[in-house]
Every structure is written in C-alpha cells, then in structure tokens.
C-alpha cells in the first residue's frame, strides 16, 4: 500500500507564541546569546506540509535513509524493506539484530505520488547509507554481511535512472568495516587541474572501535586509506566537503569514563588534519551533522544528554569558526520528549533549519505524548524564528533533511503506522448485523485483523520566509 496524503494549513502552538512574543525584538539585535536552552511545549496540531508521502505494505517494514532532489522536481528516495520480526533495521549496523531483505529506490512526484518503485534483495544487506547521483546513474553506499565469514563489507551499487542495478561490489580490504557516510571530494592534481575522488567513513572492527576514512579514486577504487587511533573509542558519522579542496568531519569520541563527547575535524587537500576540537557536553554528547556556513563558519548539529539525573536529551546545535572550530553560540532544545539532533539546512539567505527528532523518554508514563519531528528555524545569531511540529500515524523517525527544488525543506524518515485489514473468509462466517462490540461479536472482529508497520515517510515542510539580516555587515557578533 503506497499512500499520499495533503494537509491543511494550520499553524502550530509554537510558532503563534513566538510570533506574539519578544522573539520579533530579539531577531532586530546584532549581537548572539552565547548559550540558550529552550523548552518546547506540547504541541496541540501539527505544522503544515506542501505534501507528504507514506510508503510500505502492511506485512513488511520500511524507511527512507536518503534522497535526492531532481532537476524536474521528483525526489529520489533511498530505503530498505524488511522483514516483521524486527523493528529498527539501522540497528543492525551496530547490533546486529536483523539483516533487511531489500534496496527500495522510489521517484516520488512533486505532488507525494509515487512514479516509480524498485526493490532490489542484495546478499547480506545490513543497512543502506546514502545515495548520491554520478555520472553514470546513482550510487549507493550500504554496508552488507558475507556469505563466508559473517563478517561486514562496505558495499556499493550502481544503478541507473529508472532504479535498475547495473553493478555491485564490496571496497576492497574493507573486511569488517561499516560504512556511515559517503561525498563527492574534488580537488586538483599537481598541474592545477580538477579531480574527483570520495571519502568514506567508517568504523574499523579494531578493539576499541576507531573510525577510518578511504579515499576513493573517479573508478571508485581504493586510493588510501587513514586510521583515527586514539587508544579510545571513536567514529566519524558525516562527512562534508568545503569550497578549498578540503573537507569536515563530524565524529563522535568515547572517554575512559564511558561519557561520549562530540568530536569535530578539519582536513586539509592532502588528507592530514588542519585541526580537531572535542565539545563535550554533560553526561556525553555527540555531533552527527556539520556544514560549512557564511564560508568563515561551520553549522554543528547533534544530541546533548544532561549530566543530571532524570533530565533528558536535548537537540543540540553550535555555530563554530571554521579556521579553528572555535564556539561563537549554541543553543539546546529540550522538551516533554528526548530530541535528537539530526540534520541542518542552510538558505540562500543565512536562514538555519535544524531538524530534531522526538522521541518518547524510556520511563514516559504521559499516554497523551506522541513522537514526533520539529523542524526549528534559526537566524545567524541563534535566535529562533519558528519551531513547526510533525505528525503522522503513530510516530515518526527524522533521518535526513533534503532542499526541494522550490526551497521545500523534505522530511526523510519512517512513520509507525496502523493498518485494518479485513479477512474476507471470516467476514463472510459472521451473522448478519453482527458488528464489533455486540454480545455476539466474536466473529465479526475476528473478521478484522490490526497490523503495526513502521512505512518509509517523506514530508515537504514549506520554504523559510525571505530574511533580509539586518546585521550583515557585523554578523555574526558575540557580546
């Protein structure tokens, strides 16, 4: 069942509190708080969507992990189906509790409507990581288990423009590897002129774990490969490039005390490291996205836990200098749910999109909250324009954020959803007028079965406004 639904237009609670509130004063001030904390309230409604898309069949499980905007405004989905005995498939890269049974690759309309679907079962699939397009059709990195030993491989498949694989093939002497993330790297050679290659993360197999990183020549073969050894446990979980040949890492670093912390490296166009900043943060933390912006500055987003006990996970976003990662501000999102720092867009115009994931805390007792995603918009001072919240079925999961071709801000994730089926042969068993809820019927609901899936989801969340910042010419400034 593939389905495509349009909502209405409603504001949400939050965003009409900030319009009447001081939040207008503070946007028209050229100086940024250096740190703020900031508490959501529950929202009553969700946020509007331009068009949302809900994609699975009822006896299997699905997600989106990546996309891609087209240049006729489709949006290529990359996901995974698998099998009911498991829930979190992207938890098998680290658990290894279940292997899902296939690639999806999906070409959704502008309108939510699937185009066209495909579904590929590649031989020991773990996980999907992310989908890029080539010159030769679009490429896909995921990680699979081999037949022979049970150990990971970092695999990658070509496939052409209507979703149909054209090659396959494990990167070499990455035995035991699990890949987290995949770019574009261009640099130039010796005479001046421009090359492409690719950076690869992964998380070697060694004790303690440490992140590695390949470098994949234009044939994407294996040109080096570096090692992160710290003698603690570490991973870099994205990767992205910067306009001077060189590139960011956002990583996550564990100390002796088991307490995570944030870990942030820049590298130079030879691959050696310019510099690298730990932010720790409470009881851990842990940076998952971070781009460049304003060219002097970077955007660092990811999840803080708090150092109290009973407290919980707050979304986390930092706006650092590029040249050293020195912090210029950071902001901490809590609320009723746990949110997680997921990813971050940048507008043509300064706007920052920081995409958090609700999550119901571990001992929730509250029956009356719902997970759900808040997309936050920021000005380049921190200040907070809007917080729109998302719905759908029972919950949802937030993975990625895509720019539409219309400066649409696209939702990647799942959604947990509910699905009645009607068995026809015991419906037909049922007396007439024997319905749900009477003294006589046992039948009738036994005619009705319930089933819970978790469908990949894609939602289109409106533009930013357009922001003239008032502060150009001193921005950012801290007091």
Known sequence: ????????????????ALFFSSEAVLAQRCDADYEQI?????????SYSVWDTVFGDEDKHELFQSALQLEDGDVLALGLRYARAGKDAQEGVQKEQQIPAELILAQVRPNGRVRWRQFHRIEGLISVVKLLAVEDGYLVLGNRRQAQNGKPVIWMGLFDSLGGLKSQSDISGAAGDLAYDITPWRRLNAKGQPYLSYLVAALAPDTPSSARLYTLNSKRQVASRQDFVTGRENRILSLYPLEDEEAVLASGYDYEDERKSGWILRLNKDGGI???????????????????????????VGTAAPAVDGGKQAGWVMLLRADNGELIWQRYFTGALEFLGRDVLISPDGLI???LDGVLPEDNEDESLQEHVRLVTLNP????????????????????????????????????????????????????????GTPDSTQAEAAVKVLRSRDGWLAAAVPTDAYDDPCVKQYPVVK
Request: avoid cysteine; aromatic fraction near 10%.
């Open 1 to 16: 069942m593939i389905k495509a639904t349009h909502r209405f237009l409603v504001l949400s609670a939050v965003f009409l």
């Open 274 to 300: 310019d510099w690298q900043q730990l932010y720790p943060r409470g009881a851990g933390a842990e940076v998952v996205k971070v781009k460049p912006y304003k060219k002097d500055y970077l955007i660092a």
């Open 353 to 355: 999109s920081v995409l």
């Open 38 to 46: 900031i508490t959501f309230r529950s929202p009553d409604m969700g």
């Open 381 to 436: 001072r921190g200040v907070m324009f809007s917080a729109d919240s998302y719905f759908n079925g029972e919950g949802t999961d937030a993975i990625g954020l895509l720019e539409g071709v219309r400066g649409q801000r696209i939702i990647i994730g799942a959604t947990d959803m509910v699905h009645t089926i009607e068995d026809a042969s015991m419906a037909a068993k049922a007396p007439e007028g024997v319905g749900a």
